[in-house]
């Protein structure tokens, strides 16, 4: 039997190493030199090859970081 996990745990540890306050910094402050941040528009700063690239919708831009499905068939 599989043992629960501490969700409350795993969010606590979640981002707090000092390069992911460094990533969320650096894109918070492209955000807000951008006009974008808090204004309702749905998009995101992201990163490529550790550069700011520009500016993609949210939903995508978190779907990038998970890991792709895998077929079960074959």
Known sequence: MK???DY???Y???G???SAKKYRAELNKYNRDKGTA???D????YHV????RGFV????NRAKNRPKKRNSKG
């Open 3 to 5: 043992a629960k996990r």
């Open 8 to 10: 409350k745990k795993e």
């Open 12 to 14: 606590a540890k979640y």
């Open 16 to 18: 707090a190493s000092l």
């Open 38 to 40: 808090g204004n309702g």
């Open 42 to 45: 749905g998009k995101d700063a």
């Open 49 to 52: 090859g550790g550069k700011i």
């Open 57 to 60: 919708r949210a939903a995508i």
